[in-house]
């Protein structure tokens, strides 16, 4: 029996990012592994001839891309972190249908899913955990879910596309929380400069009836911004697009190598890492 997902629901919000990691797969085989993605498509009933469809336009395709290198930097932060903390956990925060947790397993750290209740009710269908994974129904926001984590060999958190949805001050709130809970850990996420969240958020504007932009999480220079809500928080960033690699691969054209250098400069595409200071 597949698992079937109806139009118009939030179920339906996880088929996007998990089709375009199919889609990035099969463009940038040499860039990018999620076999998972593949196997999950296969076991949804639901009508893909739209999302297919949409893919093969260039801009898609490039949106593809940046989903496929955005997963690769932050999985590459994920089994860094592991490298000294082998036991730690590793925290997936809005974590959908994403399985980065997994393909960074490391045989003895503990993984952690955290996203909606209506999401995760999904991911127990699809993606049920297996033995040292915990799928944990919560809102981000509210930090009871701290307590459901054990960090006491360290932590790794990291969230894919998730901030952009969040205001400025639940950004700075969640982190000056996670200092207070987890000295020593590590956050790692995706973020942008404004201009480059004005034009996500025409995809999620009218959906959401936003009235204000500006009040949405969006960084230039994220040492020196994010640096100064607390000084316990050392902050890096590399950009994301070619942070990590070079892209020179005979999948991605000369043109969407420029977009890439306009993604990680003009749009200040990059990906933010915060090391709570204290001990671990």
Not at 142 to 152: H, P
């Amino acid at each position: 029996m597949k698992y079937k997902i109806e139009k118009n629901t939030v179920q339906e919000t996880l088929i996007i990012p998990l089709y375009a990691r199919k889609v990035c797969l099969e463009l940038y085989p040499n860039l990018y592994r999620d076999e998972t993605a593949v196997r999950l498509i296969d076991e949804i009933d639901y009508d893909f001839s739209e999302v297919e469809k949409n893919s093969r336009s260039p801009m898609q395709r490039f949106g593809s891309l940046e989903v496929a290198m955005r997963q690769n930097d932050l999985a590459f932060e994920v089994r860094d972190y592991l490298k000294s903390h082998p036991n730690a956990a590793v925290v997936n925060l809005g974590c959908g249908l994403d399985s980065t947790g997994r393909s960074c397993d490391n045989g003895s750290c503990k993984i952690y899913n955290l996203d909606f209740p209506d999401v995760i009710a999904v991911r127990n269908e699809l993606l049920p955990a297996g033995e040292r994974e915990e799928n944990i129904p919560c809102d981000l926001n509210n930090t009871e879910w701290f307590r459901k984590i054990d960090s006491s060999n360290g932590a790794v958190f990291f969230a894919s596309g998730v901030f952009y949805y969040f205001l400025t001050e639940q950004v700075k709130a969640l982190v000056q929380q996670m200092a207070d809970a987890f000295p020593g850990s590590v956050l790692v996420f995706d973020a942008a400069n404004r201009t480059a969240v004005k034009m996500i958020a025409k995809t999620w504007l009218k959906s959401a009836k936003i009235q204000d932009v500006g009040a949405y999480f969006a960084v230039s220079d994220a040492p020196q911004e994010i640096s100064a809500w607390d000084s316990r928080l050392q902050v890096t960033s590399r950009g994301y697009m070619l942070g990590y690699t070079d892209l020179k691969d005979p999948s991605v054209s000369g043109f969407f190598r420029f977009l890439a250098r306009v993604g990680d400069g003009m749009m200040k595409m990059q990906i933010v890492k915060i090391r709570f200071g204290g001990k671990q």
